[in-house]
């Protein structure tokens, strides 16, 4: 259960200013089907966070206690340097999707391998639970990525932004920090 409230608020302070969100926002915007987009968001974050917690649950047996703090520390220095730039906005697509396959599809391409997915997998593999983790984390990507949908252009900046951005990235540098020197038995 700490796995579920652990990636919740990690997958919420790292999607909040990440391209999957705004990529979202502006697929949204393009479309002018916002629930649509954001069940589609829904769905494709649920499969690459599965897919994060599947890893964990397969790694989790593998690994030292020390070896699960380290993988942690790495996968939250990870998403400190990802906060540290600003997202980019997605390039307008030539494809004539609906706006639920649209956004599956672009969830997948920007989601699979970011951060997020890095956190889900740690926290899932330094619980043992990769489950909760991977629940969690679709949980709270979800809320940021609604907010940033349905906030509209100023939350969008706000979010975006340095002055949520780099307080963000320095939360995550602090964890990486404690995780590395709990991995290495120093505190």
Same mark, same amino acid.
């Given at each position: 259960?700490?796995?579920?409230?652990?990636?919740?608020?990690?997958?919420?302070?790292?999607?909040?200013?990440?391209? @999957?969100?705004?990529? +979202?926002?502006?697929?949204?915007?393009? @479309?002018?089907?916002?629930?649509?987009?954001?069940?589609? @968001?829904? !769905? !494709?974050?649920?499969?690459?966070?599965?897919?994060?917690?599947?890893?964990?649950?397969?790694?989790?047996?593998?690994?030292?206690?020390? &070896?699960?703090?380290?993988?942690?520390?790495?996968? #939250?220095?990870?998403?400190?340097?990802?906060?540290?730039?600003? &997202?980019?906005?997605?390039?307008?697509?030539?494809?004539?999707?609906?706006?639920?396959?649209?956004?599956?599809?672009?969830?997948?391409?920007?989601?699979?391998?970011?951060?997020?997915?890095? #956190?889900? !997998?740690?926290?899932?593999?330094?619980?043992?639970?990769?489950?909760?983790?991977?629940?969690?984390?679709?949980?709270?990507?979800?809320?940021?990525?609604?907010?940033?949908?349905?906030?509209?252009?100023?939350?969008?900046?706000? #979010?975006?932004?340095?002055?949520?951005?780099?307080?963000?990235?320095?939360?995550?540098?602090?964890?990486?920090? +404690?995780?590395?020197?709990?991995?290495?038995?120093?505190?």
């Amino acid at each position: 259960m700490d796995a579920l409230m652990a990636a919740l608020i990690a997958a919420l302070l790292a999607q909040a200013s990440d391209r @999957t969100a705004l990529g +979202a926002a502006v697929l949204a915007d393009r @479309t002018g089907r916002p629930e649509a987009v954001l069940l589609g @968001t829904l !769905a !494709a974050l649920a499969i690459a966070n599965a897919l994060a917690g599947g890893a964990a649950v397969v790694m989790a047996p593998l690994l030292t206690p020390n &070896a699960r703090a380290l993988f942690l520390a790495l996968a #939250l220095g990870s998403a400190s340097l990802g906060g540290l730039r600003a &997202a980019k906005p997605p390039a307008e697509g030539g494809a004539r999707l609906g706006a639920f396959a649209a956004a599956v599809a672009s969830a997948l391409a920007l989601g699979l391998g970011d951060r997020t997915q890095f #956190l889900t !997998a740690a926290l899932g593999v330094r619980s043992g639970s990769g489950v909760f983790a991977a629940i969690g984390a679709t949980l709270g990507g979800m809320v940021a990525i609604a907010a940033v949908v349905l906030g509209g252009p100023p939350l969008r900046r706000l #979010l975006g932004g340095p002055m949520v951005r780099l307080p963000v990235a320095g939360l995550f540098l602090v964890a990486a920090i +404690a995780a590395g020197l709990s991995a290495f038995r120093l505190i």
